[in-house]
């Protein structure tokens, strides 16, 4: 035997549940809140043996009479001369007078409600409402104290319904539905800027001749369908991998297949390869379009070479990426290119339950003038229809209307498929998450208790990888691979890094760069970063201001470094628990040069403008042009007007020389930093 709920094993014993509570409280001490609660399962042996074994009414009241409780025995000989009753009286046709025990109430109930649960006029309520100090209406919510009161009077318990198991779990289940039926795929293109994206998305919309015809022009909703061949497949209208990572980032998976855009006479273009390791990451299959074949000096192979660079060998080169020559202008290859995504689609078995409660993702929301929040929702599993009640983060709300992507209203949508909806009570984020609930009532209390959540994650930060703390992650288990991104100033450091670094893998631990290239570290790289849990590391280079502000936000780790080995010797230390800096660096702002004047005898003086935190007198500073740090050195002086200073504040300017450097120029930004001694961790 396994746990038991109370009235369970009141209905198995055959007594009320009511009964059973107070036995087992003041008996048997077993704590039990009401006839939801569970016993433990020698509990409810022992319980069983004591009074399960009495075969015979008598012997039962004798049992509950050694327990010495009247009442208990008096319910206990009412319950059964009312079973008795009722036996007898349906054999002779008599309407049966139903005893009330207990009543259930979930968080707050209408008077109206209440006396239909009592079984007693709204007006003997309202009467004994007064009694309890209470002037309420009909349709007046009261809280569970006051029903509680006003249950008593009538001699019935209230019993405070708990919340239904496996309400909150519905937000998490979102994988295939393996009883469920085939469903579309869902198809995000990428690529590199120009490469066709565009051009490629308006000339597949193009293709399903129900878009074309009069009246059903695709409207801008996010996401729309698309038939090819009877198949169905969805597309996020949303291009790039920024916004692809940016859902990821909030767990969304949405996507099922990636096309990669590649332009045939441009080839792999750095945001190729980003989109290329967001994919990775992800675990999205790839199908490479390889563009613009109408143009001259398209060249498919070459295409088909850089890709190997980057672990995708094409199916005619061996490999088992499917590339697919097109051209969004004459339409070549097109067919066969959604053939191919199909065909893929197939091989996924993609499946999800129509008949569930819809659950999914917002892809796009706004705010509308007229309509009020207007979101289009991707529905993953299940049937969303109109007059369904839904949470999406800390929003909620009744569907009070649905459009499709030809703006055509519907009543339902099924799995895979986008609706545009009307009815929330305010704006969600793409990304977010949506379920159906029961009812609005519940629908609001999720929200609510996301709020709250969220309230709460605050003080709990999550749980982000950092080097500090990753030692002490490895023994709990949490990590097994340490993701990293790498960007560094020159191709060649990047390559060389990648290769020490992965070099660093242990039995424990594997360490993986899933992004690498060159450049400042920017906001996708922290989107990429925050949604795979990955570290990033730089090499001469920085963030930009905003994507310094995005991790700090997110609570994505940037460690800087300028030597390759002061990177790996980190690491490594942190891998195994002897990362114990005695110095930590802390940056204090960042200034923009605007003006330089050259005085003789001083050299150039930098006229700055505090663009984050401040400078102080006893500064360091790194010199960074174009994302590049190109000195690392001591400041000079620092002035306002002829005035030195010990410190400039955001937002302030100010004027400084740097120690040994008169190159400064117009657009430059120096970092401002100290070294800071931080304690020995004791190992
Ligand atoms: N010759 C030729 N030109 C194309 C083709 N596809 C796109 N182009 C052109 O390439 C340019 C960029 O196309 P877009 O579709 O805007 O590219 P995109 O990737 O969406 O660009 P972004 O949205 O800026 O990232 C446009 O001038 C298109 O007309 C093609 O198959 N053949």
Known sequence: MTKIRVYELAQELNVPSKDLIKILLEEFSVKVKNHMSVIEEEDAELIKELIGSVEKESEVVELYESIENENVVKNIKKEKIKKTDKKASKKSGEVEEELLEFIEIEGTISVKELSDKLKKPVTEVIRELIFVGVMAGINQEIDFETAEKLCKKFDVQAIEKEEEEGAVEEDTDLEEDINGVKRSPIITVMGHVDHGKTSLLDAIKQTDVTSTEAGGITQHIGAYTVKVNNETLTFLDTPGHEAFTAMRARGAKITDIVILVVAADDGIMPQTVEAINHCKAAEVPMIIAINKMDKVGANPDRVKQELTEHGLVAEDWGGDVICVPVSAHTREGLEQLLEMVVLSSEMMELKADPDRNAKGTVVEARLDKGRGPVA??????????????????????????????????IKEAGPSMPAEILGLSDVPSSGERFVVAKDEKTARARADKKAESIRQEKFQKSHKVSLEDLYSQIQEGKVKELDLIVKADVQGSVEAIIQSLEKLSTNTVKVRVIHGAVGAISETDITLASASNALIIGFNVRPTVNASAMAEKEEVEIKTYRIIYDALEDIKSAMVGLLDPEYKEVVLGTLEVRETYKVSNVGTIAGCYVQTGKITRNSKVRIIRQGIVILDTDLGSLKRFKDDVKEVNTGYECGVTIERFNDIKIGDLIEAYIIEEIKIKSL
Do not use: C, H, P, W
């Open 376 to 409: 289009t929702l991707l529905v993953q599993n299940g049937t969303l229809k109109v007059g369904d009640s839904i949470y999406v983060g800390t929003t909620y709300g009744r569907i009070r209307a649905m459009f499709n992507d030809k703006g055509e209203k």
